[in-house]
């Protein structure tokens, strides 16, 4: 007797649990549409715009820039790194 007692007092519990969570969650109401509408989505070609675009490569003339000079070996070669054995303890 007090076993189904118990049983249905822990059903009846889980239950009420089940429906109170039902019913606060279904108090938010989450809509399909977003917040923030989208762009709409144009029909015109916008790389139009650099159809005419220059590039000034005046900068690649100037004395500064020529006086530049590599220091140490490029590409930089690495060498050996690391260690064959990456369990070993040193």
Same mark, same amino acid.
Not at 56 to 67: G, M, T
């Given at each position: ?17 089940? @429906? ?5 969650y /279904?108090q938010? /109401?989450?809509?399909?549409s977003? &917040?923030? @509408? #989208?762009? #709409?989505? /144009?029909a ?6 650099? =159809? ?10 100037? @004395? ?5 000079e &590599?220091?140490g =070996? /490029?590409p930089?070669? $690495?060498? &050996? ?7 070993? $303890?040193?």
């Amino acid at each position: 007797m007090q076993s189904n007692q118990n049983k249905l007092l822990l059903a009846l519990i889980i239950i009420l649990g089940l @429906a109170a969570g039902y019913i606060y969650y /279904s108090q938010f /109401s989450f809509s399909s549409s977003p &917040v923030v @509408a #989208p762009l #709409p989505i /144009s029909a015109k070609d916008d790389l139009k715009k650099f =159809e005419t675009l220059k590039i000034n490569f005046s900068i690649l003339d100037n @004395a500064k820039y020529k006086s530049l000079e &590599v220091f140490g =070996e /490029s590409p930089v070669v $690495p060498g &050996v790194t690391g260690k064959k054995d990456i369990f070993a $303890p040193f």
